[in-house]
């Protein structure tokens, strides 16, 4: 089990599981479909989630699939004054940005950003100096090595959990020799990003590996193509099979979620951990009064 987790400022104590809620600063998401493009659509997603008990939200400029090219500049105007207008309304909030550009790191951690995501696997090696210099947190996932905003096609591994720990604990020992605290670095498998549905499914069966380690562990499983693939599910009915891997996953001991759905997933894995000795119920009266 992994220990207590710091970003930035933010103090995150060891036996805490955090919801991470996604809100997209892009027109052409595959789950909102541009629902929070504009800005205030954005903020209103934030005051939101915060209210369901999101303690981080993750804010994105560029969708992850193949699309029009959007450039650093682009990408930090969508971004960058979001993320201040954030910081100011939600002190307490921990933010973190989904990039793979060093550049875009750097203003977004100037703007008040905790954390940067790396959906990308290091794609800029130069993300980790950024985190570094700002005392950022940072997501170091397995992506077997894609290129950025590309669909895996025929992408075939001799050993998956081989190449997902190598690449992961590579990233990650490269962000500490960076400089990153090491209660600041986060290992991800990257559902779906460098893996077709069996890929997936063997990485959710096989968490625990990646538990092992002792690296605190992201999972990014809402509305995934491999939950939708393997039930059959177009996007907007994958919540349920998004909550039995959810489920799966907080029993192996994942401790960040990113999500579309907060309550259900929060109370996915609170009921978990309640099963597993690891929670108390709130209440408990029945058959003692």
Same mark, same amino acid.
């Given at each position: 089990?992994?220990?207590?987790?710091?970003? *930035?400022?933010?103090?995150?104590?060891?036996?805490?599981?955090?919801?991470?809620?996604? /809100?997209?600063?892009?027109?052409?998401?595959?789950?909102?479909?541009?629902?929070?493009?504009?800005?205030?659509?954005?903020?209103?997603? /934030?005051?939101?989630?915060?209210?369901?008990?999101?303690?981080?939200?993750?804010?994105? =400029?560029?969708?992850?699939?193949?699309?029009?090219?959007?450039?650093?500049?682009?990408?930090?105007? *969508?971004?960058?004054?979001?993320?201040?207008? /954030?910081?100011?309304?939600?002190?307490?909030?921990?933010?973190?940005?989904?990039?793979?550009?060093?550049?875009?790191?750097?203003?977004?951690?100037?703007?008040?950003?905790?954390?940067?995501?790396?959906?990308? =696997?290091?794609?800029?090696?130069?993300?980790?100096?950024?985190?570094?210099?700002?005392?950022?947190?940072?997501?170091?996932?397995?992506?077997?090595?894609?290129?950025?905003?590309?669909?895996?096609?025929?992408?075939?591994?001799?050993?998956?959990?081989?190449? %997902?720990?190598?690449?992961?604990?590579?990233?990650?020992? *490269?962000?500490?020799?960076?400089?990153?605290?090491?209660?600041?670095?986060?290992?991800?498998?990257?559902?779906?990003?460098?893996?077709?549905?069996?890929?997936?499914?063997?990485?959710?069966?096989?968490?625990?590996?990646?538990?092992?380690?002792?690296?605190?562990?992201?999972?990014?499983?809402?509305?995934?193509?491999?939950?939708?693939?393997?039930?059959?599910?177009? /996007?907007?009915?994958?919540?349920? =099979?998004?909550?039995?891997?959810?489920?799966?996953?907080?029993?192996?001991?994942?401790?960040?979620?990113? %999500?579309?759905? %907060?309550?259900?997933?929060?109370?996915?894995?609170?009921?978990?951990?309640?099963?597993?000795? *690891?929670?108390?119920?709130?209440?408990?009266?029945?058959?003692?009064?």
């Amino acid at each position: 089990m992994s220990g207590p987790m710091r970003f *930035r400022r933010h103090h995150v104590d060891a036996d805490a599981d955090l919801m991470m809620a996604i /809100v997209n600063r892009t027109p052409d998401s595959f789950f909102d479909k541009g629902a929070t493009w504009a800005e205030d659509a954005a903020f209103a997603r /934030v005051e939101s989630v915060v209210a369901e008990g999101a303690e981080i939200v993750d804010i994105g =400029g560029i969708k992850a699939a193949p699309g029009v090219e959007i450039g650093p500049e682009e990408e930090r105007a *969508r971004v960058v004054d979001f993320v201040a207008r /954030v910081r100011a309304s939600f002190p307490d909030l921990v933010i973190s940005v989904d990039t793979w550009r060093a550049s875009v790191g750097a203003a977004v951690c100037e703007a008040g950003a905790d954390i940067l995501n790396d959906a990308w =696997g290091g794609a800029d090696p130069e993300l980790v100096d950024v985190a570094a210099q700002y005392d950022a947190g940072i997501i170091c996932t397995h992506t077997g090595g894609v290129t950025p905003r590309t669909r895996p096609y025929r992408i075939e591994y001799a050993d998956l959990m081989g190449s %997902v720990l190598s690449d992961c604990l590579g990233y990650a020992e *490269r962000a500490l020799a960076a400089g990153v605290a090491r209660e600041s670095i986060v290992i991800d498998p990257a559902h779906d990003f460098g893996k077709n549905t069996f890929h997936s499914l063997e990485v959710t069966r096989r968490l625990g590996e990646m538990v092992e380690t002792g690296w605190p562990v992201l999972v990014s499983l809402s509305n995934k193509d491999f939950v939708g693939e393997t039930l059959g599910m177009e /996007v907007g009915d994958r919540l349920i =099979g998004t909550l039995a891997a959810t489920a799966w996953c907080a029993q192996a001991g994942a401790r960040i979620y990113r %999500v579309h759905q %907060v309550t259900e997933t929060r109370q996915t894995v609170d009921m978990v951990a309640s099963i597993a000795g *690891r929670r108390p119920p709130l209440r408990a009266i029945r058959g003692i009064q």
